[in-house]
């Protein structure tokens, strides 16, 4: 009866410590592998690192297709824009030249 009563003491001394670390495992563990956690904080910013690159490569051909656009538009557009545009469009050369068509790749993504 009296070690009974010993062992119950230790137990209730140790029963509220060994819940706390449990507790604190258990957020330890979601703080690095959860859904919201380091691991995922890591991916998210490597994902965002790579759609920027992605982005700016998108604004620099947005840029230079908008160049390219405003060669062709206007009242008097330029003419070397105009007679490539015509010749891709049409097929067109002139007697002395030599017409090479050729598919052109598709983009990488």
Request: charged letters at 30%.
């Given at each position: 009866?009296?070690?009974?009563?010993?062992?119950?003491?230790?137990?209730?001394?140790?029963?509220?410590?060994?819940?706390?670390?449990?507790?604190?495992?258990?957020?330890?563990?979601?703080?690095?592998?959860?859904?919201?956690?380091?691991?995922?904080?890591?991916?998210?910013?490597?994902?965002?690192?790579?759609?920027?690159?992605e982005?700016?490569?998108?604004?620099?051909?947005?840029?230079w297709?908008?160049?390219?656009?405003?060669?062709?538009?206007?009242?008097?557009?330029?003419?070397?824009?105009?007679?490539?545009?015509?010749?891709?469009?049409?097929?067109?050369?002139?007697?002395?030249?030599?017409?090479?068509?050729?598919?052109?790749?598709?983009?990488?993504?």
């Amino acid at each position: 009866m009296f070690l009974l009563r010993i062992l119950q003491k230790k137990l209730r001394t140790l029963v509220l410590p060994f819940i706390a670390l449990l507790c604190l495992g258990y957020l330890g563990y979601h703080t690095l592998h959860g859904d919201r956690g380091l691991e995922a904080w890591i991916g998210l910013s490597e994902r965002l690192d790579a759609l920027k690159r992605e982005r700016s490569a998108l604004e620099a051909q947005h840029s230079w297709l908008m160049h390219k656009a405003s060669l062709l538009n206007g009242r008097k557009p330029d003419p070397d824009m105009l007679d490539e545009a015509l010749r891709q469009r049409l097929y067109l050369g002139r007697p002395d030249e030599i017409v090479i068509r050729y598919r052109t790749p598709l983009p990488e993504k």
